[in-house]
């Protein structure tokens, strides 16, 4: 069972900037869209950027201008630069893919476990 796996998680003050990664576990023959969406305690999971194959990205407004997303088709490997962190963007980070694992299979999506991002002084 091919799975997504991040990290990169961390505290940080505000103002400072984490780099997230996500990366398959295993082979996978394609992947379309990679993206990122975070769940903070209480709250729904909410969608923060996504990146397709041909490099057209999307961001929430809440982030725009401060996180950026990209990918290196190579090795599917998706990141999420964030810099001047606030406190309401502590949340746990969850990569997503779109992708099939051999050119016969269907696309199916693939999720990775999370990792926690914290902004506090």
């Known amino acids: 069972q091919v799975q997504l796996v991040e990290s990169g998680g961390g505290l940080v003050q505000p103002g400072g900037s984490l780099r997230l990664s996500c990366a398959p576990s295993?082979?996978?023959?394609?992947?379309?869209?990679m993206d990122w969406h975070r769940q903070a305690p209480g709250e729904e999971r909410e969608f923060v950027a996504s990146?397709?194959?041909?490099?057209?990205?999307n961001y929430a407004d809440s982030v725009k201008g401060r996180f950026t997303i990209s990918r290196t088709n190579a090795n599917n490997t998706v990141y999420l630069q964030m810099n001047s962190l606030k406190p309401e963007d502590t949340a746990a980070y969850y990569c997503?893919?779109?992708?099939?694992?051999?050119?016969?299979?269907?696309?199916?999506?693939?999720w990775g476990q999370g990792t926690q991002v914290t902004v506090s002084s």
């Open positions: 990146i397709t194959s041909i490099l057209s990205t």
């Open positions: 997503h893919a779109v992708g099939r694992r051999t050119y016969l299979s269907a696309y199916e999506n693939y």
């Open positions: 295993g082979s996978i023959f394609s992947i379309s869209t």
